[in-house]
C-alpha cells in the first residue's frame, strides 16, 4: 500500500462523531493493548470520556498520554482536543436517539422472533459501520481503475468468494470483462496474464489470506491496478493495493461466524463500486443491462396452465 493510501486513514479529515465508533471497532485490532483500552473507552462511554483532560483519560484507561494522543490520532483526529470534540458530538447524538436494547448476542433458547430482531439490528450495525468507515476518495479511484479496465480478475476464498462471484457476475450484465477465480491455482496463473491498463480485486474479511494475497501480488507485480476489500486496513493484502476498501470489522458469536457479518459489509462496498462503475459507463452499460434482462425475460414468464 502506498503512503499516499496510508494516510488515508490518518488525521487529513476528522470522521463525524457518528463515525467514531465504527472507527474504533474497525481499527481496534491493529491497535496495541493499551491503545485499545483507550479506544475501548471513549466509544463506550463517550460522554464521561469527553468531560475528561487528557491526563484524566490516561488515568482512567491505565495508560499515558502519549498513548491518548497516539490513539486521537490513529482514529484520525489531529490531537485530543479534536477528539474530545466528536466524543461531546457523539454524546450528545446517542442521547438524541437511543439504540434498540437487543444486541448480536444469540442464546441457544432464543425464540425465532428474538433471532430475527437481534439479526436484523446486527445487520444494521455492520452496513452503518461500513457505510461510515468508508473512504470515498479510494472508492472513486477504484471506480475510474475499474470503469476503464481491460480485464478485471476478483479473488477470493469461502464467504468472500461468493462476493467477489456476485461482483463478476454485476460486471458482466454491464459489458465489462470480469472474472471471479475461487482456485488459488487458476488465480495466480491468471494474474500473470494481467498488465497496466487491468484490474486486480481481492476480498479478504482478515486481510491475511494467503490464497486471495498472492494471485493480488502477482497482478501488482504485472502492472496490474489492484484493489483490497477487506476488514483489516493494516492487513498484508494492503501491501499490494494500490486502493483499500474498509469493511466493518464483524463481531462473532458461538451461533453467528463472522463470516455472516463480514459478508455483508463486503456486499454493500460490492454494490457501491459497481454503481460507480455503472455511472461511469452509462453510455454503454444500459444498453448492456437492457439486453441481458430481454435475453431472460422468457425464463420468467409464467408457463399456462
Partial sequence: MTNDVKESFSADSPPAPAALAAKVRTLAPSMTRSMQRVAEAVAGDPAACAALTVTGLAELTGTSEATVVRTARLLGY????????????????????????????????DPIADV?????YDEQQTLADTAAGLDTVQLGAAVSAAATARRIDIYGVGASSLVGQDLA?????????????????????NAVQLRSGDVAIAITHSGSTVDVIEPLRVAFDRGATTIAITGRPDGPVTQYADHVLTTSTARESELRPAAMSSRTSQLLVVDCLFIGVAQRTYETA?????????????????RPR
Avoid at 477528539?83 to 433458547?109: E, F, K, N, W, Y
Avoid at 430475527?116 to 436484523?120: G, H, Q, S, W
Avoid at 457476475?169 to 496463473?189: E, N, S, Y
Fill in 116 to 120: 430475527v430482531a437481534k439479526l436484523a
Fill in 286 to 302: 444500459a444498453p448492456a443491462l437492457a439486453a441481458s434482462y430481454e435475453a431472460l425475460a422468457h425464463r420468467h414468464t409464467p
Fill in 78 to 109: 489531529p490531537g485530543y482536543r479534536d477528539l474530545r470534540l466528536a466524543l461531546a458530538g457523539l454524546a450528545a447524538h446517542q442521547q438524541s436517539g437511543r439504540a434498540p436494547s437487543v444486541t448480536a448476542d444469540i442464546a441457544v433458547d
Fill in 169 to 189: 457476475q454485476k460486471l458482466a450484465r454491464i459489458g465489462l470483462i470480469a472474472h471471479a477465480h475461487t482456485d488459488p491455482h487458476l488465480a495466480v496463473t
